[in-house]
């Protein structure tokens, strides 16, 4: 089992900056990718980005602005949010998947873009 504790959500101006935290614990020698997607109100859950132990993956729609990292000694994934705008609002969680194709979730953590 792997758990997930996201942290660093809130409201931001458009044009802003975020940075979202998730901690894991538990099996994370088990960990492969950890990644990040979100949910905006009346919509599905959508993918925003992953990372390997090196390798990164993102969306079309954050391309550019967002950039996900991971510090393997503290077992943590980043997402740092720049250029941030109202569309990027939404529920953003954390997502893990071990090498035995096991996926666990944050509890997810709010990101408001407004003026």
């Known amino acids: 089992q792997v758990q997930l504790v996201e942290s660093g959500g809130g409201l931001v101006q458009p044009g802003g900056s975020l940075r979202l935290s998730c901690a894991a614990s538990?099996?994370?020698?088990?960990?492969?990718?950890m990644g990040w997607y979100r949910q905006a109100p009346g919509k599905q859950r959508e993918f925003v980005a992953q990372i390997f132990s090196s390798s990164t993956d993102y969306s079309g729609a954050v391309k550019g602005r967002f950039t996900i990292s991971r510090d393997n000694a503290k077992n943590t994934v980043y997402l740092q949010m720049n250029s941030l705008k109202p569309e990027d609002t939404a529920v953003y969680y954390c997502n893990v998947r071990t090498y035995n194709y096991n996926i666990y979730w944050g509890q997810g953590t709010q990101v408001t873009v407004s003026s």
């Open positions: 538990g099996s994370t020698f088990s960990i492969n990718a």
